[in-house]
């Protein structure tokens, strides 16, 4: 279940186009929400590939951090699996200490309990190695999790602050994972986000320039599944991916393999193919944008593209996630709440998702709090400064920040017009009330108690951000 790449562990589940388009223009995207997304990072050499996966695509919801903490998602999973194996030892059965996991060890603990801002509980990349007589308990906390068992705890429970419920994710494995079409419906619906494993093999995968095919600008970001394996017609001679896809014929090499038409065999030795997750942000004629958690400097500059092809072949699983739930916001009655609200660290969370013609620019916050204050109403004023230097009022607008139990970052996006006169302006800048409001209340009654002014940025995102308050 676990390989390596370039020193970097991939764990999740053990297992182009050259000839047709080397020499084309191009391609544009049919749907690219790379500027949507928090920054690429970088896993290191441990096996959290799901756990940076599940983290990316909560990061694009409104009001969660656009930098989550891998290291308590992953420490969870990794403890709650101590808690089995040693129930299953004391049935007399087996147990080893593995990196990485799929998506189903992850979904049902985060109906319980979830992650926070990697400020609380920072991930290294490095992993840490004891001595092989450590006993397997011990060694699962220092070299899986990296927090020790009463730290973890601690953590875990003031610090779970964001996670799903049970009707907001769903998993598709095996051949429904390989469903083409669903992915780009959800896409083309807005989800701006989705997690998925595949089959791949370390060396191409890591080493991209001389392994991926480029289309048009000589940059290899196509992963296709010449990669991993050769293709011959039934009765035929074993081709190389490009040259197949050329002979196939009607419906393509995926469906002649389906049919029997055609056949395939691996590259590599079978021990050497192992699993990876990455997070699926996009599409275009060719395949799926994929963003990765290698650093900026692999693929383009961070992200690359899976064929088709590549999806049908060698997906193993996919997450839908629907929404981010937020967990128990502080409560209180009186002067202690308005305490909460005006002495928290607030934040202002910025994304912009399309093209800088006709997309959408939203503004959401958060609270760098292990719980959030009870805050039910946010009133934004945008301004913009034009190219004559001149600042002027874009809008200003209240938002209902949800029940208690319902938080949802208050989100207020822009679009048509709204969208464009922002994205015309050099500068952009808000300053956000924060307000007591209970649902029950006329709308004019919320008691607005704090207010924070956040700096200036350029409308030309290209990733989220999340801005401290001047």
């Given amino acids: 279940m676990v390989g390596s790449v370039m020193q970097r562990t991939i764990g999740v589940l053990a297992a182009v186009w050259l000839a047709l388009f080397a020499h084309a223009q191009p391609v544009h995207a049919q749907v690219d929400y790379r500027h949507a997304q928090s920054p690429v990072k970088d896993q290191g050499a441990r096996g959290t590939c799901v756990a940076f996966s599940i983290n990316a695509a909560l990061e694009t919801f409104p009001g969660v951090p656009t930098d989550l903490s891998e290291q308590l998602l992953y420490a969870t999973v990794k403890n709650h699996q101590q808690s089995v194996d040693r129930w299953l030892r004391l049935g007399g059965r087996e147990t080893t200490i593995r990196e990485g996991d799929d998506f189903m060890a992850y979904v049902h603990l985060f109906e319980l309990l979830g992650t926070c801002s990697e400020e609380f509980l920072p991930y290294n990349p490095i992993p840490i190695r004891v001595g092989r007589r450590t006993p397997p308990e011990i060694r699962r906390f220092i070299e899986l999790a990296q927090v020790d068992p009463a730290q973890f705890e601690a953590i875990r429970d003031a610090a779970g602050k964001y996670g799903f419920s049970r009707h907001q994710w769903r998993v598709y494995e095996g051949d429904e994972a390989k469903n083409v079409q669903r992915i780009k419906d959800a896409l083309d619906a807005g989800v701006l986000a989705i997690p998925a494993t595949y089959v791949v093999h370390e060396k191409p995968w890591s080493d991209l320039p001389n392994h991926a095919n480029f289309q048009g600008d000589n940059i290899r970001d196509i992963i296709h599944p010449g990669m991993l394996e050769q293709f011959a017609p039934a009765d035929g001679q074993w081709v190389d991916y490009g040259r197949a896809t050329l002979l196939a014929g009607g419906g393509g090499l995926t469906a002649a393999l389906r049919d029997g038409r055609w056949r395939r065999r691996p590259i590599f030795p079978l021990n050497q193919y192992s699993g990876h997750a990455v997070t699926i942000v996009g599409y275009d004629e060719i395949g799926f944008i994929i963003k990765n958690s290698w650093g900026t400097g ?5 992200y690359a593209r899976i064929a088709f092809d590549y999806h049908e072949l060698y997906a193993s699983g996919v997450l839908f996630i629907t929404g981010v739930t937020l967990r128990n916001p502080h409560t209180g009655d009186g002067i202690s ?13 910025v994304q912009r998702a399309g093209p800088a013609e006709h997309g959408r620019l939203t503004f959401s916050t958060w609270a760098l709090e292990l719980r959030d204050p009870d805050v039910g109403m946010v009133e934004y004023a945008v301004e913009g400064r034009d190219a004559q230097g001149r600042w002027m009022p874009i809008v200003t607008e209240q ?43 006329p709308r004019d009654q919320a008691m607005f108690v704090a207010i924070r002014s956040y700096p200036s940025f350029a409308p030309l995102l290209g990733s989220a951000i999340d801005l401290e308050p001047r």
């Avoid at 692999?298 to 961070?302: A, P, S, V």
């Avoid at 709440?337 to 969370?349: G, H, N, P, Y």
């Avoid at 989100?411 to 300053?431: F, I, N, S």
């Fill in 298 to 302: 692999w693929g383009r500059n961070g």
């Fill in 337 to 349: 709440m308005l305490d909460f609200v005006q002495r928290a660290d607030w934040r202002l969370k």
């Fill in 399 to 441: 938002v209902y920040a949800g029940d208690v139990t319902r938080r949802n970052g208050a989100p207020l996006t822009l679009t048509g017009d709204l969208y464009r006169r922002a994205m015309a302006c050099r500068e952009l800048r808000v300053r956000v009330r924060y307000g007591l409001y209970h649902p029950s209340w």
